[in-house]
T-cell receptor
């Protein structure tokens, strides 16, 4: 079945540091890939997505590129802020299961940014 | 434009009881999905409703059931609660061809 693997956390960075959060996936077809962010006490917010190989999703300074050859969708940001402190989830959906099919999530990683 | 709303925010139940959680989708959305998020874990898919029918289901027992109403809102019912059902229950809504799910703030269920 489909699965998502995220790097182990937590991650602690200083403000303005460069961020990379690794995500790899296993899927039988050509999934759509997503990054969601969860701030303390809140639900999940869609951060960015990519639906086909070599697509780059971007939002709020975050970027991720759909790499089919390495089955990866790593999240990057050039300069993190304290307000980026949250839990980040990588997820996939399988278009073969239909439009807006179930999301399969990784375990999530907690990012803490110190001033 | 209201986003996805869920009620109640928090709930405490006793083992063996039954619970109903409610979700109103984002305006214009017709599909509702439910997820269970245990502490420190990623959300796990429970089921999805479209046109008032269950369209997809995850690996959850029959104690978990749901319903979608003509106005697209949805309920999640859990019978015979177990301690292990304690979690954050998230509702997500989406629309047709746009492959994006928008999440509500969740209902925190505690089973004692």
């Amino acid at each position: 079945g489909n699965s998502v693997t995220q790097m182990e956390g937590p991650v602690t960075l200083s403000e303005e540091a460069f961020l990379t959060i690794n995500c790899t996936y296993t899927a039988t077809g050509y999934p759509s890939l997503f990054w969601y962010v969860q701030y303390p006490g809140e639900g999940l917010q869609l951060l960015l997505k990519a639906t086909k190989a070599d697509d780059k999703g971007s939002n709020k300074g975050f970027e991720a590129t759909y790499r089919k050859e390495t089955t990866s969708f790593h999240l990057e940001k050039g300069s993190v802020q304290v307000s980026d402190s949250a839990v980040y989830f990588c997820a996939l959906s399988d278009p073969q299961e239909g439009a807006n099919s179930k999301l399969t999530f990784g375990k999530g990683i907690t990012l803490s940014v110190r001033p | 434009d209201a986003g996805v709303t869920q009620s109640p925010t928090h709930l405490i139940k006793t083992r063996g009881q039954q619970v109903t959680l409610r979700c109103s989708p984002k305006s214009g959305h017709d599909t509702v999905s439910w997820y269970q998020q245990a502490l420190g874990q990623g959300p796990q898919f429970i089921f999805q409703y479209y046109e008032e029918e269950e369209r997809q289901r995850g690996n959850f027992p029959d104690r978990f059931s749901g319903h979608q109403f003509p106005n697209y809102s949805s309920e999640l019912n859990v019978n015979a609660l177990l301690l292990g059902d304690s979690a954050l229950y998230l509702c997500a809504s989406s629309w047709g061809p746009v492959n994006e799910q928008y999440f509500g703030p969740g209902t925190r269920l505690t089973v004692t």
